[in-house]
């Protein structure tokens, strides 16, 4: 059985820099598109960033570009996603996802076979 597990959330002041840790078991992670969605109360999941299978080709949001970057090693089976400079309009429920479509598929269509279960980032002001 496939699990990704977030971790790395929590409440956090404005233009702190919080990590987030999406760690993969049940399968290697190693040829998978990841990427990271986030949903604010009252709205809909939005996506945040993607990278691809080798890590070699990254995309993101443009509200977070420049201040959030994400990487992997897929020795550790692990995605990250560094975010700095951290805004209230950033609070929101963070999602990994493990993809085997394109990264312009899961960040157009948010096409995932697996999902994590989310974490919780708050920013206060």
């Known amino acids: 059985q496939v699990q990704l597990v977030e971790s790395g959330g929590g409440l956090v002041q404005a233009g702190s820099s919080l990590r987030l840790s999406c760690a993969v078991s049940?399968?290697?992670?190693?040829?998978?598109?990841m990427g990271w969605f986030r949903q604010a109360p009252g709205k809909g999941r939005e996506f945040v960033a993607a990278i691809s299978g080798g890590g070699g080709m990254t995309a993101y949001i443009d509200s977070v570009k420049g201040r959030f970057s994400t990487s992997r090693d897929n020795a550790k089976n692990t995605v990250y996603l560094r975010m700095n400079n951290l805004k209230p309009e950033d609070t929101a429920v963070y999602y990994c996802?493990?993809?085997?479509?394109?990264?312009?598929?899961?960040?157009?269509?948010?096409?995932?076979?697996?999902w994590g279960q989310g974490t919780q980032v708050t920013v206060s002001a």
């Open positions: 996802a493990a993809s085997s479509k394109t990264m312009t598929v899961l960040q157009s269509m948010g096409e995932a076979d697996y």
């Open positions: 049940g399968r290697t992670l190693g040829g998978y598109t």
